[in-house]
């Protein structure tokens, strides 16, 4: 039967009365509710699939102060809850135990790039100790780096290659230590296009470097004075007429 009660929130009239649907997809929203990854993603597929099927009007109806089984969270939440369960990477099984279970810190995450946002899974950079604070900061770096983002991981790999390259001289063991960083590199996204960035950074760095060392020759020469050039020539003409 439904509800009349006083509302004194959400879109309500005075009087709002709530329909039984209504009070029933509430039930089920609030028992999904939990905060670990696996019940924040669950609570967004049963609020997704509630704003579906009800009928046009009753989902708003749900965060109603009149509904004596409003969720413990507005309907500004939800949305970035059925923003976390349609994500392609945070959904992921296989990923759960390595996301922090906030649904804030989550909802932070989910503005990544899914290539980005596996890679970062992928080297522990993204763990379940992680704050919305430091979630933030990581999106918004990868957001100011632009299509500069994966040439920075890629010259990092680089400079990780060279440090290996530098510290171990045994040919077949700094060969098995290589092996898993370029394997790495070579599967992220975007590989080949990054590769030819470097490619670029390094021809430019390459022409660089030798007018740099062409103009630092042509400073050390010496130059010969004029009396100095006069008197090789008057010897090179004594020898000719010798």
Not at 57 to 65: A, N, S
Not at 136 to 151: A, K, S, T
């Amino acid at each position: 039967m439904p509800t009349k009660a006083k509302s004194n929130g959400h879109d309500s009239d005075e009087h709002t009365t709530i329909p039984l649907a209504v009070i029933e997809a509430s039930k089920e929203i609030t028992g999904a509710w939990n905060q670990q990854v696996a019940s924040i993603i669950e609570t967004g597929r049963v609020l997704k699939r509630h704003k579906d099927t009800l009928p046009r009007g009753y989902f708003g109806m749900v965060f109603d102060d009149a509904n004596p089984e409003k969720p413990p969270f507005s309907d500004r939440t939800a949305q970035r809850l059925m923003k976390i369960c349609e994500h392609r990477v945070l959904a992921d099984p296989t990923h759960v135990s390595h996301l922090p279970p906030h649904w804030g810190t989550l909802y932070e995450l989910s503005k990544i790039p899914d290539p980005q946002l596996e890679e970062l899974i992928e080297d522990g950079e993204i763990h379940a100790e992680m704050e919305r604070e430091e979630a933030h900061r990581l999106q918004r770096d990868i957001e100011d780096l632009g299509d500069d983002y994966g040439l920075e991981k890629l010259l990092d790999t680089l400079r990780e290659t060279g440090t290996l390259m530098k510290r171990c001289e045994d040919p077949e063991k700094r060969s098995r230590l290589l092996r898993p960083v370029c394997t790495h590199t070579i599967q992220s996204p975007g590989f080949l296009d990054m590769l030819g960035k470097v490619s670029s950074f390094i021809e430019g760095i390459h022409g660089d470097a030798a007018r740099w060392s062409k103009q630092a020759n042509n400073r050390k020469s010496p130059k010969r004075s004029k009396v100095d050039s006069s008197r090789a020539d008057e010897a090179h003409s004594d020898r000719n007429v010798a």
